[in-house]
């Protein structure tokens, strides 16, 4: 698992793919919460808070996550290379969380760069330090928790398709469904009871949380839940084109 890992890692890096896309999705950040007139404007909301960030952020992963994602598996068949990799010592299992470790880990150094954005509200805010950190640290939490998530099904949806162009519309395409898509649905309140039940399978409402500064139990286990289903099924997809 560590030399796929490791594998993965230099991948990403090795041919500059990986900075780029730290770059970019930190010039778009940058550009929205301080540049641009928008609703996640940090000064033109005149608060000290970092929760613009964190409403932004999930839909920049939706697109980003699929794009690390969607070489883990489509890439190795459209070469012919998954079938080096079977002749290989090596567990599915191991294969498929080495990979999901690999764009989690490259997902989450796409953050690093918003501690700037964090010192930056710490200083400007009025007194400074008027932050309060207790949600912000939360929030991250919930992000790289969300990360994972968004690894899972991408790295699902690359393990079904025969391409990376159809991984990574299918990865995006899951990801909107699984953060907007369930939520707006249960937000139309067309199935009565239900409607809680349908909002409770989505992200949204789980991540929700998080940027409030509520850590609970019940959220990290339906996160784990969700990344231990889009694993096990990869793995399954997998074996079965071994």
């Known amino acids: 698992m560590f030399a796929i890992l490791k594998k993965e890692l230099w991948s990403y890096f090795g041919n500059w793919s990986a900075w780029v896309i730290i770059a970019a999705f930190s010039m778009i950040t940058t550009l929205f919460l301080f540049f641009f007139e928008?609703?996640?404007n940090i000064f033109d909301i005149g608060s000290a808070s970092l929760q613009s960030y964190f409403v932004l952020v999930p839909w920049l992963l939706m697109f980003i996550?699929?794009?690390?994602?969607?070489?883990?598996?489509a890439e190795e068949q459209q070469?012919?290379?998954?079938n080096w990799l079977f002749s290989q010592p090596l567990k599915i299992s191991d294969l498929v969380t080495g990979k999901f470790l690999s764009v989690w880990v490259v997902g989450v150094l796409c953050l690093i760069p918003s501690l700037i954005y964090l010192y930056t509200v710490y200083v400007l805010g009025v007194p400074i330090g008027n932050i309060d950190m207790g949600m912000t640290m939360g929030s991250y939490l919930g992000l790289i928790i969300l990360i994972a998530a968004f690894a899972g099904v991408g790295i699902l949806a690359s393990s079904i398709?025969?391409?990376?162009?159809?991984?990574?519309?299918?990865?995006?395409?899951?990801?909107f469904i699984m953060y907007f898509g369930i939520e707006q649905l249960a937000s139309y309140k067309l199935l009565g009871g239900a409607d809680f039940i349908l909002q409770n399978i989505g992200f949204y409402h789980h991540f929700l949380g998080f940027t409030?500064?509520?850590?609970?139990?019940?959220?990290?286990?339906?996160?784990?839940?969700i990344i231990g289903?889009?694993?096990?099924?990869?793995?399954?997809?997998i074996t079965k084109k071994k």
Do not use: W
């Open 161 to 175: 398709s025969q391409n990376q162009i159809m991984a990574y519309l299918l990865g995006v395409f899951m990801c």
């Open 38 to 40: 928008n609703d996640f």
């Open 212 to 225: 409030r500064g509520l850590i609970d139990f019940k959220d990290i286990a339906y996160f784990v839940l």
């Open 229 to 237: 289903v889009t694993l096990f099924l990869s793995n399954y997809f």
């Open 65 to 73: 996550i699929p794009a690390l994602s969607m070489k883990t598996f």
């Open 79 to 82: 070469t012919g290379t998954l």
